[in-house]
């Protein structure tokens, strides 16, 4: 290792950028981007490869690569696993704590990005733009009548950071926006004029539904056929936050039967499960999906701001310090002392 750079940081993810470049090395550390074939993610990678590449790393920005026990394990030189993102269902939290590793998230660094690809969504189903664009590509210039967003009712199911953004934009929607979200009391959307409700209430009188919960055991498919059935048959479903939060095949079957108009997702089921991937290639195909591979949080812009909070939590790490509260979220430093 170069004596000016005593620090190695491995980044397995695209789109590094150079301030957040210069960043690192500014503060003695020396980056090395893995390379990645055309279409390829770090989530991509097996185990074997992911040992290779950070086999004498003391920092990892990833991606989605999945954060194993017998991964941790053979990387003991490795000190912190910074994410380049805010959900973390990837990462063993509990072997990264048992390593006496560090794992953080970019808590806030994609928020706007992603409240406004939600906002594209509900605008790209209303308005048929894909339908538009494929039958004008056929030859057929026909108008094809859309909705408004305007004065319409939208319910968000989850009203955190995201969800919260995507309010703030549908009040130039004059948008009655309704929420569902645990601890309403604790949440600012009284001030943007959200409406508290069950989730029945929501799915029976939105005309857009959009999801912006985490993905827990108790919100695993929290869409599902029955949730759907309770949906307006004019109704569009919109997800952007995790696959695992929509049963697919409960709404290929219920787009296909006419259940609910549309759906706008930038997150599938077969992500993390490949036995679905026949489902997802379904969904695509239908005139009435508005549909993009993940990127809802890859704007040049915020991920900008998640490389750097990535990047910045890896120096705290290095340098002994705490990142901030919101960003860790396995801290296993003292756990090993102790043991030692």
Known sequence: MNEQFPRKVVVTQRFFDPESLAYLQANGCAVEIAPLADGQADGDLDEARLLALLADADAWIVGHAWITASLLAGLPRLKVIARRGVGYERVDVE?????????????????????????????????????????????????????????????????????????????????RVLACTPHPDRRPGWALGVNYVELDTLLAESDYVTLHAPLRENTRFLIDAEALRRMKPSAFLINTARGGLVDDRALLEALQAGVIAGAGLDVFQSEIDPLYQPTTQALLALPNVVATPHSGASTHEGLQRTNLIAAQCVVAVLNGDTPPASCVIADGRGQLSHEE
């Open 95 to 175: 072997a990264v704590r048992a390593s006496g590793k560090v794992a953080t998230i970019a808590v806030g660094g994609n928020d706007a990005s992603v409240a406004d690809h939600a906002v594209a969504m509900m605008l790209a189903l209303g308005r048929r733009l894909g339908e538009s664009k494929a039958r004008m590509a056929a030859g057929d210039w026909s108008i094809t009548l859309g909705h408004d967003l305007c004065g319409k009712t939208v319910g968000i199911v989850g009203l955190g950071r995201i969800g919260c953004g995507v309010a703030k934009r549908l009040v130039g929607f004059d948008a």
